[in-house]
């Protein structure tokens, strides 16, 4: 029975996971801050009230 040898490119895989990491965190901040904007000026981001 002959046996599979499966390899990767360890340093693609870390890339690509360091990418992905940096991704989700940026977002993730960016819909926090976007969120404290929100409460800060209570409205939503382009939204007209009769106050402002």
């Given at each position: ?16 996971v ?35």
């Amino acid at each position: 029975m002959p046996h599979e040898i499966v390899s990767s490119d360890d340093e693609a895989i870390k890339g690509y996971v360091g990418k992905l990491v940096l991704s989700t965190v940026q977002e993730t901040i960016n819909a926090l801050l976007d969120e404290e904007a929100d409460q800060l000026v209570n409205a939503g981001r382009y939204e007209r009230t009769d106050e402002r």
